[in-house]
């Protein structure tokens, strides 16, 4: 980016919240004041060490200082114990933890996350003599961790454990209560539910790791939430505190009108309360996210009290090759009789004897899993149910047993938390995955509610039944998914509630049992309808979540990779097997089922074999040649807020939390893991200083009248809370620094402007002026070269393309090109038609403009634009375009309008109609310009100033983070942004620098002119924009040639009605002498009242500035 300071920014220095110039922030080091001498410096760490030794260490810059420090520590302990580097996903969580921020991981099956847990535990005793307490679901996975624990060499003494043998003597329980109380122990590990029954025993506010290893199983008991915050030092008054908080917002958020003064209530609350929290908090809670949604409210404390939600995010890492076979079912829909599934899984475990995994639809139940294991058993094989396994762990890895066999469901064991990488080949599913949904309304609320959600689709497909039900059954959704958060219990104890309840049952209960709607369910290629004597009708679907968590167990992360394994479906339901295709694409486009056979098995299996090898290799301690990084996590920067919310819905339900005073969102894509979060537009301007060799905000080195270089200094922007409050955007900035410390990389990105191909265009291509569409240029320019693909989007670089524009005065004139840029969509476009005919069709989130009450260019989105409002159209246009023009487009031009403002060469324009375009893929435009516009069609079109937007984050961002890079979208689509995120490229300092100029330029004409009026006619208050004073040049200069060319004559009489308003009457002539004559002629003027009545008036228009000055002069008895 060149040798010479670009900029300075004000309050950005890492070390002492000073001024930094850009080429500090670049090198990641502190200011020349804290670090005069750079000599000797060869980065960041050499940096650290010298401001550590002069005792100058401080602030940011101390804490990233410290936090490498403890990284590289945690990095070569991590070595020492598991001979690989933890994963950057394993080192992003650390850096969080050291920071103190407590959160949810996010991650697929096989990442780490338990090793992660337990090595950091083991790190924090050894390193920091500081106490960890490790929380499973089950007494098998407390047994695993204390094996891994000591296979990692803790010493037995470290760990004080619960729950792995239910035999132990009551002088052995007595005895570990006792060290339990004591604090004798540096990690602690038991199950959840000894948590529950034994909270008054464990010590609290000593653990500086609290970590949940399965969240699902832990939230069942919803207490569970208050014994988590009591381990982290937090009091039963906290709690209450945070729970009335929650309850109040509940409250608003359904109250019809709400007043600024309730909003700024709860804000205060929330404030105290954050603050008494950080206070209070004496470690770090990290627990694994949830597969299934958490129910109840008090699960909104993490969010309160750590800032953290817990969620049920779309997350599968997976090498998975997922195969069927459907032969059993002999033209039929669906077979009862498992018996031949049962043969096939007896053959093929023998051809494939180690590592099976054997998963029962739930909807069979586990009486089925204990026939299936006696059968198999009985053909001569060893296979054990799972709820035997952990007596038979290591017959199982010696291959003595050949299959383990479990419920195909998130909550088996066998389906989560079993991880033995160097095991495990394949999964075999007898029946499709299936979850069973009773239509009796009498059962529990939630198992309704599943079965409405089964269904709606099917009524949505029928325009009839859609018309007649749609919004009854949105309607039942929403109040079921209510009081599915309600214990039965609670429901018998409420006889308001009961009532309301019985009455939704009876409603679903009628709309159920209508014979229309089960023959449309019994019609479904995706959902059985199944009878039964005994339960009556129930709908079977598809079990997704229970196929990929169960299936995940054969392809596992290690160092060298992910293991690949091999999942067969064997398809007993036509339907449910249908519904399995079906939903397996929400998380993963990639996930395909192939026949079986259309399989090499031979090859597959060594494959298969040769991975276990490797990983069994690892587990000895061989190191692999090649370490392979499989997931990234990496920072999203968008403007909005709302299109960081956008982005991180395509990829599921995303986890939230609070990072400083920004909302962060956690998703996952495929090999990178994202945090998105927003820097709500711009973050720094010019700051007001003019004193010294700072000229507006702006340092001149040497001589003002022959300088020799500009360098800007930047504040951050001042904003206005909804409260009313002015604060700076320092928080939000110091808030993205801190979010990106976390992280492996930054990508940052701007909002997208579009346009479609049959919007005209005057452009000048090499020097010949031409008026054609977008898309007939665009292809022009294809041919002659220059083109490169980015992000999935046609780049053109033309060597010398101009395109008409307005620029700061509001002239308008050819302005170079930098770009002309093509991409296809599938999105809704809007044809906006104005008052003269004018048109144009562009995306949702391309900018138009509108004047705002400074008579500034505004952008605004045709979604944000009713039919009435107006927006900005040219006048003219260069004088060698006109003649190319079609005389009807030249009248539309000049047509005058009796409403709206003009300024310079442009002027705005009612508009008539808003149209939203039906959905089709097409090809759309944009341009890349010096002025950030440009005219279709004879409308001003925005160019954004990302570039600028982007860097200003990029240079602050810099010493927390240095791995940044851009991403450019211009669409909003998850395909759009799945080829940004894949494709970031390099700042292009050139716009950054276009956009700076102008900036400069805005500031210095506007303020020296200001001051320039002020002075001359001794009026402190007079001021003149950057693009008020070239309009008031622009009305002297008409008015001049006005009035050397055109005479007009006024005349003023007093009022009868003696209401202190003057008539005046004027008369206009083309020639000046005529207006003379006629003046000299005049010899009175005679004005009658013919009528008297009352009329509604509408409200004028805004004024144009002939009609401001004529007015001002007739009510205000002001001088022109």
Not at 449 to 465: C, G, H, T
Not at 886 to 894: G, S
Request: hydrophobic share 35%.
């Amino acid at each position: 980016m060149g040798d010479k300071v670009k900029a300075i920014f004000e309050k950005a220095c890492p070390n002492c919240g000073g001024p930094i110039s850009d080429k500090r922030l670049q090198l990641g080091l502190p200011c020349s004041k804290c670090l005069p001498k750079v000599e000797g410096i060869e980065d960041q760490d050499t940096a650290c060490v010298r401001l550590k030794e002069e005792k100058n260490l401080k602030r940011d810059f101390k804490e990233i200082c410290d936090l490498k420090v403890e990284e590289r520590e945690f990095d070569n302990f991590f070595w020492s114990i598991h001979k690989s580097h933890p994963w950057s996903l394993q080192k992003a969580w650390f850096k969080r933890f050291y920071l103190g921020r407590s959160f949810a991981l996010l991650a697929p099956t096989g990442i780490g996350k338990t090793t992660f847990g337990l090595t950091l535990s083991y790190y924090l005793a050894e390193k920091k003599n500081k106490k960890s307490y490790l929380i499973f679901p089950t007494r098998l996975l407390v047994e695993q961790a204390i094996n891994k624990l000591r296979k990692m060499g803790v010493p037995e003494e470290y760990m004080l454990y619960f729950g792995e043998k239910p035999s132990l003597t009551k002088k052995q329980r007595e005895e570990r209560l006792k060290r339990l109380q004591e604090g004798d122990f540096k990690i602690l590990i038991s199950t959840s539910m000894f948590l529950y029954r034994n909270i008054e025993h464990i010590p609290k506010g000593v653990f500086s790791l609290v970590f949940v290893d399965d969240v699902d199983s832990f939230l069942k008991t919803a207490k569970n939430i208050d014994k988590a915050l009591y381990l982290l030092g937090f009091t039963e008054r906290d709690i209450e505190w945070a729970m009335k908080i929650i309850r109040l917002r509940k409250e608003l958020a359904q109250k019809p009108n709400v007043s600024k003064e309730e909003w700024e209530k709860l804000r205060k609350e929330e404030e105290k309360l954050k603050r008494h929290a950080e206070r209070v908090r004496k470690g770090v809670l990290i627990v694994s996210s949830a597969t299934s949604n958490p129910r109840s409210e008090r699960i909104k404390l993490f969010r309160e009290l750590l800032g953290f939600e817990v969620g049920r995010p779309l997350f599968y890492l997976r090498n998975v090759v997922d195969a069927y076979e459907d032969k059993f079912l002999g033209g039929k829909k669906s077979v009862e009789d498992h018996k031949p599934l049962w043969d096939f899984v007896a053959e093929f475990v023998k051809e494939h004897p180690k590592g099976g995994l054997i998963y029962v639809s739930q909807d069979r139940g586990k009486e089925e899993v204990d026939r299936l294991v006696e059968y198999l058993n009985s053909k001569g094989l060893k296979v054990v149910s799972y709820e035997e396994m952990d007596k038979h762990l290591e017959e199982y890895e010696r291959g003595e047993v050949n299959a383990l066999v479990g419920i195909a469901s998130y909550r088996n064991p066998l389906a989560r938390g079993f991880d033995m990488p160097h095991v495990v080949r394949y999964a075999l599913f007898v029946g499709v995955p299936k979850l069973k949904f009773t239509l009796k309304v009498e059962e529990h609320i939630s198992h309704i509610l599943w079965a409405l959600v089964a269904i709606r689709p099917l009524i949505a497909k029928d325009k009839e039944l859609r018309e007649r039900y749609l919004q009854k059954l949105d309607r039942w959704i929403e109040r079921l998914r209510k009081y599915s958060y309600l214990s039965e219990e609670f429901i018998e104890r409420n006889e308001r509630l009961k009532e309301i309840i019985e009455n939704l049952r009876n409603e679903v209960r009628e709309f159920i049992e209508n014979p229309e709607i089960l023959e449309r369910i019994k019609e479904s290629d995706e959902i059985t309808l199944r009878w039964d004597e005994k339960e009556g009708y129930s709908l079977i679907v598809a079990d997704v979540t229970g196929y990929l968590q169960a299936s995940g167990r054969t392809s596992r992360l290690y160092a060298g990779g992910l293991t690949k394994g091999f999942s067969l479906v064997l398809v007993d339901d036509v339907k449910a097997f249908n519904n399995l295709q079906k939903k397996v694409k929400w998380f993963s486009d990639e996930i395909e089922f192939i026949p079986l056979k259309e399989v090499d098995l031979k090859t597959l299996f060594e494959e298969i074999e040769k991975d276990r090898q490797k990983v069994e290799r690892f587990l000895k301690g061989e190191v692999p040649e090649e370490v392979k990084e499989l997931i990234k996590p990496v920072l999203v920067i968008v403007e909005s807020p709302n299109k960081a919310r956008t982005i991180a819905n395509f990829f599921g339900k995303p986890l939230r939390r609070r990072v400083g005073e920004i909302d962060v969102m956690e998703v996952s894509l495929g090999d990178k893991f994202l945090t998105i979060t927003a820097s709500a537009g711009h973050v720094y301007d010019l700051i007001k200083k003019n004193e010294g060799n700072v000229f507006h905000g702006v340092i001149v080195e040497g001589d003002r009248k022959n300088p020799k270089h500009f360098i800007p200094i930047y504040e951050p922007i001042e904003q206005e809370t909804p409260e009313g409050e002015i604060r700076t955007k320092e928080e939000i900035i110091e808030s993205l620094r801190q979010a990106g410390l976390e992280v492996a990389e930054v990508y940052i990105g701007t909002d997208p402007d579009s346009i479609t191909g049959d919007s005209k265009v005057l452009v000048k291509v090499n020097g010949e002026v031409k008026h054609l569409t977008v898309e007939e240029l665009f292809e022009q320019l294809k041919e002659e070269g220059n083109v490169s693909l980015r992000n999935g989007h046609e780049y053109i670089e033309p060597k010398d393309l101009q395109v008409v524009v307005v620029d700061r005065d509001y002239r308008v004139r050819f302005g170079k090109a930098k770009y002309l840029i093509r991409h296809k969509v599938r999105k809704p476009i809007y044809r906006i038609t104005t008052q003269s005919g004018r048109e144009i069709k562009i995306t949702g989130d391309h900018s138009i403009f509108r004047l705002d009450e400074n008579l500034n260019l505004q952008e605004v989105k045709p979604t944000s634009l009713r039919e009435g409002d107006f927006i900005v159209v040219n006048e003219t246009l260069p004088e060698e375009a006109v003649k190319l023009l079609d005389p009807q487009e030249v009248e539309k031009l000049k047509a005058e309008t009796s409403e709206g403002r003009k300024i310079g060469d442009i002027r705005e324009e009612r508009i008539t109609k808003i149209e939203k375009l039906p959905l089709e893929e097409q090809y759309v435009y944009d341009f890349e310009t010096e002025t950030q516009n440009f005219v279709a069609n004879n409308i001003l079109c925005h160019n954004t100033e990302g570039e600028k937007i982007a860097w200003d984050l990029y240079e602050v961002l810099k010493p927390y983070q240095p791995n940044i890079r851009r991403m450019e979208f211009h669409e909003v689509t998850k395909r759009a942004i799945i080829e940004a995120i894949h494709n970031p490229r390099e700042m292009d300092i050139n716009l950054v620098e276009a956009q700076m100029v102008r900036r400069i330029a805005d500031r210095w004409v506007g303020f020296e002119l200001s001051r320039l009026l002020q002075e001359h006619f001794k009026k402190p208050w007079l001021s003149a924009g950057r693009v008020q004073t070239p309009v008031l040049g622009w009305v002297i200069e008409r008015d001049k040639l006005y009035r050397t060319k055109k005479g007009a004559v006024f005349v003023y009489l007093p009022n009868p009605e003696k209401d202190k308003r003057r008539v005046s009457v004027s008369w206009e002539f083309e020639d000046k002498k005529l207006a003379k004559e006629f003046f000299k002629n005049l010899q009175a003027v005679e004005v009658k009242i013919t009528d008297r009545r009352e009329e509604e008036k509408k409200p004028a228009p805004p004024f144009t500035t002939d009609a401001m000055l004529k007015e001002a002069s007739e009510k205000l008895r002001f001088s022109a």
